[in-house]
């Protein structure tokens, strides 16, 4: 009963079902719209995130970390990088509901400054998840569509994250540099035999993303090892996740047959400058994982659309379902005036956005 009052609870799956639901009206989905492979991956993702989660990975390396921090900047320093890290093999979601309610509680702990160093976890988490191809659910798609290679899609993220490292540090600057108490280090152990046998199952799924193998194999090996270490492991996937992106390839599938939303979205897909900033636009008011499934149908330009939709993550609120939880979990964590968080977080991920684009731009006419 926790699972589907968990799935019945998720806005963003609700909103994502209603507008399937209009779709019908217009045409009926084709099932080679649905993108299996994709669906396939993003279940062993959501099960080895959730076995890590079970296994207090991140939670130990957080708590070892911060027990050197002795000062207000470097702490904001070693959880921002530590979200940047995480989030490339456990994606962004996971880090923040993960790092902010952990930095939250140390923060009332030692009256340490709370909105500048969520706002940094938060920037920190989407540039890790776009580093590598399963750090976004919308990479795996990009992966998938077209084929990209491992060498290919690093060739496309390692620019964005040297340019994202230098404006995060920069803006750790701008923290107030304190001294602070030795954070007292917690008392939490790690399984050291399902913890090596999560990492293989995650290198398995590196394969499955990248069509070495079948993706649904990597996804029955996850699931049943999740099984095997415990089996309540499986109700704590995000099934509204996986449900949300089903409903997606299913909208997409409606309204790519109705002929004057395919002219009207044809017309902004004539070149990569155009797609890459259709995806960034797009992803400020409809989050960056479904603006990547729509414009995917419609453009063959994939690096346009991996710059477009990582660096579209960055700007509002809703640029990507990360950047809701950071907002969420400082609103249920936090101490301080929401409404100045909210400005903060604004402005500076808007700055992030502005010189990320500049910086996509520049690859796109020169890099790639």
């Known amino acids: 009963m926790t699972v589907i009052k968990n799935i019945a609870k998720d806005r963003i799956l609700q909103i994502t079902v209603v507008i399937t639901i209009i779709s019908l009206f217009f045409a009926r989905p084709r099932i080679e719209d649905i993108n299996f492979h994709t669906l396939y991956s993003i279940l062993a993702m959501l099960t080895i995130i959730q076995i890590f989660s079970y296994l207090h ?56 400054p709370e909105i500048l160093p969520v706002t940094l976890i938060g920037m920190g988490a989407n540039i890790g998840a776009a580093f590598t191809p399963w750090g976004n659910p919308h990479n795996i798609f990009v992966v998938n569509r077209y084929n990209v290679s491992p060498i290919k899609f690093f060739s496309w993220s390692i620019p964005l994250l040297l340019v994202s490292l230098i404006i995060v540090l920069v803006f750790i600057f701008f923290v107030k540099d304190k001294p602070i ?56 996937v995000d099934y509204a996740l996986l449900l949300t992106f089903t409903c997606f390839f299913i909208f997409i599938s409606d309204i790519q047959q109705i002929p004057f939303i395919v002219t009207l979205i044809s017309k902004t897909m004539f070149s990569e400058h155009s797609v890459f900033l259709t995806s960034i636009i797009s992803s400020q008011f409809i989050s960056n994982v479904p603006s990547t499934i729509l414009i995917g149908k419609f453009t063959n330009f994939a690096e346009a659309l991996f710059l477009g939709s990582n ?48 910086l996509g731009w520049i690859v796109l006419d020169f890099v790639i």
């Open 311 to 358: 660096i579209g993550g960055f700007g509002s609120i809703v640029g990507s379902m990360a950047n809701m939880l950071v907002f969420k979990s400082f609103v249920e964590n936090g101490t301080v005036s929401k409404r100045k968080f909210f400005w903060v977080f604004s402005v500076l991920e808007f700055a992030g956005l502005i010189i990320l684009t500049v």
């Open 57 to 112: 990975v991140l939670d130990v390396l957080a708590y070892k970390l911060t027990a050197s921090a002795r000062s207000t900047r470097r702490l904001t320093a070693i959880f921002t990088i530590l979200s940047i890290i995480s989030a490339m093999f456990l994606t962004n979601d996971i880090t923040v509901l993960t790092l902010i309610p952990l930095y939250l509680t140390i923060a009332r702990r030692h009256h340490l």
């Open 181 to 236: 108490p030795t954070v007292p280090l917690e008392d939490i152990r790690i399984s050291i035999r399902p913890m090596l046998l999560t990492i293989a199952v995650s290198i398995f799924f590196f394969f499955g993303v990248f069509n070495i193998v079948p993706a649904y194999v990597p996804a029955i090996v996850a699931v049943i090892l999740a099984l095997i270490i415990n089996p309540s492991i499986m109700l704590h």
